[in-house]
């Protein structure tokens, strides 16, 4: 059973609002990722982090912001959200290569 | 930039053997994973390569050739439970990213 949590499962918000999604895990991994995923597609990296206070951008260019202030927690936040926002995120953690990477059940993010 | 190609769809008969291929252009390239996901479900780990060769897991196995920058993962015995999509997914670069493949849904048929 993975140990991987995020909040909220749904969100539906109106345009222009700040939000944070959250992702937590207890497993102690130093690696952990955030994805978008829209239905059927792709797994797009858009933010991942290899410690504390070591975030990178991923190869999808995205509007969010991430920090990594404790291991256990690595949170996504959009400033100002757009229709274009709507989508799936998956937040991921692993030890490191060629381990496997846990996947938390994704926020489903709806913006009107 | 880092890209894996995978066929977009597959079908195939309970009880057959599936091969879904990947090719990859990655720099730093350290090993090639597999992940199911169900529709509306989160990746589940399958397997990882490491080195070139074939791993064996139960009904699922997988094969890299570093080489040809090429892997394939074969599923055996097919199930209609193995209707999903599948995502082959490289660690690479100097923090061993993990970065996804565009997927190919299985469609298993009686």
């Known amino acids: 059973e993975a140990d991987i949590y995020q909040t909220p499962r749904y969100l539906v918000i109106g345009t222009g609002k700040k939000i944070t999604l959250e992702c937590s895990q207890t497993?102690?991994?130093?690696?952990m990722y955030w994805y978008q995923q829209d239905p059927g597609m792709e797994l797009h990296l858009i933010h991942y982090?290899?410690?504390?206070?070591?975030?990178e951008k991923g190869d999808l260019s995205s509007e969010s912001t991430v920090s990594r202030i404790r291991t256990e927690h690595f949170p996504l936040t959009l400033e100002s959200a757009r229709p274009s926002h709507t989508s799936q995120y998956l937040c991921?953690?692993?030890?490191?290569?060629?381990?496997?990477?846990?996947f938390g059940q994704g926020t489903r993010l709806t913006v009107v | 930039g880092q890209s894996l190609e995978q066929p977009s769809e597959v079908t195939a008969v309970e009880g057959a053997i599936v091969q879904i291929n990947c090719t990859y252009q990655?720099?730093?390239?350290?090993?090639l994973s597999w992940y199911q996901q169900h529709d509306g479900g989160a990746p589940t780990f399958l397997s990882y390569n490491g080195l070139d060769g074939l791993e064996e897991t139960g009904r699922f196995s997988s094969f890299l050739s570093r080489s040809d920058s090429y892997g394939y993962l074969l599923l055996q015995e097919l199930q209609m439970k193995d209707s999903a999509s599948y995502f082959c997914a490289s660690d690479s670069g100097g923090y061993q990213k993990v970065t996804f493949g565009t997927g190919t849904k299985l469609q298993v048929i009686p």
């Open positions: 497993m102690g991994h130093d690696k």
């Open positions: 982090s290899y410690g504390v206070n070591s975030t």
């Open positions: 991921a953690s692993s030890r490191g290569a060629g381990a496997e990477a846990f």
């Open positions: 990655t720099s730093g390239f350290y090993g």
